[in-house]
């Protein structure tokens, strides 16, 4: 089964249901109805009731709700609500850190989307991926320099940021999960840091990225788009394969076998092509 395709996780404040579907018709692949970092301490269960009304009222919409981490006093209840709304498509964990979290909130028999953004989180990555019921990983970037004691921007940073994105790669393909989510890029006006960002996520083998405002997913959409030229070549590979059932052939003087059709499928996929 093709997985689904996610090159943009869009965040709304809960807080803020009026803007849950300007965020709906941004274009992005979900969009992310948050009750963590947006919403301040005493708006907790007034923005977790502003979403149950939202939910009530749109029975045909499909979100992914950030709940609170499993350490806060409304962990409990973001998972009550969001297990009595069938238009949450996923819950995304925030501070995941142990396969006993993700199970606690998989109890809600909803697809656990866990975000690794401490150090704990990240040692614990392979049992994380592995637990049942997770969906695919997200890397919490800022939160996991914020609890490494990183200084932003600089190449030491870089280096060890790196390195936690490799782990939640690198786990998420062992477990066989959809293609991970790489952390937010703070630069809201910075369109040319955003297109960078995306285009070394793409690169680094992410499936896409969390944003936080919706003049960031058409940048992210065309990094992760691949050329014209790439998707016509990947078409003609698949066309061939198909046609000839041959696991080896020649198309345009180059040997195409099993490594170059598989390639040729991701690329088509990561289209939202069928191959």
Same mark, same amino acid.
């Given at each position: 089964?093709?997985?689904?395709?996610?090159?943009?996780?869009? +965040?709304?404040?809960?807080?803020?249901?009026? *803007?849950?579907?300007?965020?709906?018709? !941004?274009?992005? =692949?979900?969009?992310?109805?948050?009750? %963590?970092?947006?919403? %301040?301490?005493?708006?907790?269960?007034?923005?977790?009731?502003?979403?149950?009304?939202?939910?009530?009222?749109?029975?045909?919409?499909?979100?992914?709700?950030?709940?609170?981490?499993?350490?806060?006093?409304?962990?409990? =209840?973001?998972?009550?609500?969001?297990?009595?709304?069938?238009?949450?498509?996923?819950?995304?964990?925030?501070?995941?850190?142990?396969?006993?979290?993700? *199970?606690?909130?998989?109890?809600?028999?909803? =697809?656990?989307?866990?975000? /690794? %953004?401490?150090?704990?989180?990240?040692?614990? &990555?392979? %049992?994380?991926?592995?637990?049942? #019921?997770?969906?695919? /990983?997200?890397? #919490?970037?800022?939160?996991?320099?914020?609890?490494?004691?990183?200084? !932003? @921007?600089?190449?030491?940073?870089?280096?060890?940021? @790196?390195?936690?994105?490799?782990?939640?790669?690198?786990?998420?393909?062992?477990?066989?999960?959809?293609?991970?989510?790489?952390?937010? +890029?703070?630069?809201?006006?910075?369109?040319? #840091?955003?297109?960078?960002?995306?285009?070394?996520?793409?690169?680094?083998?992410?499936?896409?990225?969390?944003?936080?405002?919706?003049?960031?997913?058409?940048?992210?959409?065309?990094? +992760?788009?691949?050329?014209?030229? @790439?998707?016509?070549?990947?078409?003609?590979?698949?066309?061939?394969?198909?046609?000839?059932? &041959?696991?080896? +052939?020649?198309?345009?003087?180059?040997?195409?076998? &099993?490594?170059?059709?598989?390639?040729?499928?991701?690329?088509?996929?990561?289209?939202?092509?069928? !191959?």
């Amino acid at each position: 089964m093709m997985q689904t395709v996610v090159r943009t996780a869009l +965040f709304v404040p809960a807080s803020r249901p009026e *803007r849950i579907p300007k965020a709906l018709a !941004s274009g992005a =692949d979900t969009v992310i109805v948050d009750l %963590e970092d947006a919403v %301040e301490h005493l708006a907790k269960d007034s923005a977790r009731e502003a979403l149950c009304d939202f939910l009530g009222t749109n029975p045909g919409v499909r979100l992914w709700v950030r709940i609170n981490d499993a350490s806060t006093a409304w962990h409990d =209840d973001d998972l009550k609500a969001c297990r009595n709304h069938p238009g949450v498509a996923a819950i995304v964990l925030p501070k995941a850190e142990t396969q006993a979290h993700v *199970r606690h909130a998989a109890q809600a028999g909803i =697809d656990i989307v866990p975000i /690794l %953004e401490t150090a704990d989180g990240v040692l614990n &990555a392979a %049992e994380i991926a592995a637990t049942p #019921g997770v969906q695919r /990983l997200a890397f #919490g970037s800022l939160d996991y320099g914020l609890d490494l004691g990183l200084t !932003s @921007d600089s190449d030491g940073a870089g280096v060890v940021l @790196d390195h936690a994105r490799v782990q939640v790669l690198l786990r998420s393909r062992s477990a066989g999960l959809a293609p991970a989510l790489d952390g937010v +890029f703070p630069g809201v006006q910075d369109t040319a #840091g955003m297109q960078a960002a995306a285009c070394r996520a793409r690169d680094m083998g992410f499936g896409g990225m969390l944003c936080i405002h919706p003049a960031q997913v058409g940048i992210i959409h065309r990094a +992760f788009a691949p050329p014209a030229a @790439d998707l016509e070549w990947a078409r003609r590979v698949v066309a061939v394969h198909r046609d000839s059932g &041959a696991g080896t +052939f020649m198309l345009e003087g180059k040997m195409v076998d &099993a490594p170059v059709i598989a390639r040729a499928r991701q690329l088509l996929q990561r289209a939202g092509e069928q !191959s």
